[in-house]
């Protein structure tokens, strides 16, 4: 319990790798384990259509049951991961979990997307784009129900990770970048990722309606780039409204749903249906 406390204490609000010493090594020691014991869990986060509000994507978002420190969010765990090299299993575990789960989900008839994190790290192991091929064969989902977020920073400037981008996108997958605008690549770098959507950072979600006119502005260069528009952090019916005037395409926050386990969202999905949209 008091484990539980320092480490609230230590990551809230503060970048992730604040960790260290003691929690450090325990976290990478009990990592390499955590796939195989059944620890890690999936949740979704529901990504709602701007004009129609119906929700046609869902985020797979990895959480970490620790026996003993009780829930251990992403942010703390996953940079430890990408040091240690436990993020190639925990990848390869959440890809697999999350496209047999939404592989047999539709909403209204159509058939859900589903977005999945990807740490530059696991684009760098050999036959990545192999290993996506071989899950979205054996759990049925289309290659195109699937974007594989990235973050800009991350990619950018690394050519084997641009490679293997251009692999993936080659077998239909679509490539998000996650957290656009908060790194510092210039506008020819993101021209040169293979890149299919951006994702407005929800810093920028956050100052809405204040921000309108930039959020608008990347909007229409990312649409300029034919690439769709997703916002996330979208927690205030403003933001929402601000979004959908600035024409991005889908929102994502606390106001939409939360991430939760699959059978949850899945009965508010299945619930909204019968509803119908709540707006546009
Ligand atoms: P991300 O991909 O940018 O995900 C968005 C984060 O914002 C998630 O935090 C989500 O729970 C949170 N969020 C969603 N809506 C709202 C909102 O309205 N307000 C606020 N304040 N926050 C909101 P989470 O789940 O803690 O994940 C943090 C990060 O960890 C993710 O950021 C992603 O970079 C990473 N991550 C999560 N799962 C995976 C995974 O399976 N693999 C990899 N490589 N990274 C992952
Ligand atoms: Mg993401
Ligand atoms: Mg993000
Ligand atoms: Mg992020």
Same mark, same amino acid.
């Given at each position: ?49 701007? $004009? ?35 993020? $190639? ?21 159509? !058939? ?20 996506? *091929? ?10 195109? *129900? ?6 800009? %920073? ?54 809405? !309606? $204040? ?35 600035? $024409? ?10 939360? !991430?939760? !386990?699959?059978?949850?969202?899945? %009965? *508010? ?12």
């Amino acid at each position: 319990r008091q484990d539980m406390y320092r480490l609230k204490a230590r990551t809230r609000g503060l970048p992730a790798p604040v960790v260290d010493g003691m929690d450090r090594l325990r976290l990478e020691t009990d990592l390499h384990d955590a796939a195989s014991r059944n620890e890690l869990v999936v949740h979704y986060q529901p990504q709602v259509d701007a $004009g129609t509000g119906r929700t046609v994507a869902v985020e797979a978002l990895v959480r970490w049951q620790h026996p003993t420190l009780g829930m251990v969010p992403p942010g703390v765990f996953i940079p430890i991961a990408e040091d240690s090299g436990a993020i $190639g299993e925990i990848g390869a575990h959440v890809l697999a979990v999350a496209c047999s789960t939404v592989a047999g989900w539709h909403v209204g008839g159509t !058939p859900l997307e589903l977005a999945v994190n990807v740490s530059a790290s696991q684009l760098h192991t050999a036959g990545f784009s192999d290993f996506v *091929r071989l899950v979205l064969k054996q759990t049925g989902l289309a290659a195109h *129900r699937l974007v594989l977020e990235v973050t800009e %920073s991350q990619v950018v400037a690394d050519t084997d990770a641009l490679g293997e981008l251009t692999a993936l996108r080659a077998l239909g997958v679509g490539i998000s970048v996650d957290d656009f605008g908060t790194g510092y690549s210039s506008l020819s770098q993101l021209r040169r990722l293979p890149a299919t959507e951006v994702k407005i950072d929800q810093s920028f979600t956050a100052e809405l !309606p $204040g921000s309108a006119s930039f959020v608008a502005g990347i909007v229409a260069l990312a649409h300029s780039l034919d690439l769709r528009v997703v916002a996330e952090g979208v927690e205030q019916p403003e933001q929402l409204r601000a979004l959908i005037d600035a $024409g991005c395409d889908r929102a994502q926050g606390y106001l939409l749903g939360r !991430p939760a !386990p699959a059978a949850d969202v899945r %009965s *508010r999905t299945d619930a909204a249906e019968t509803e119908g949209p709540t707006h546009g």
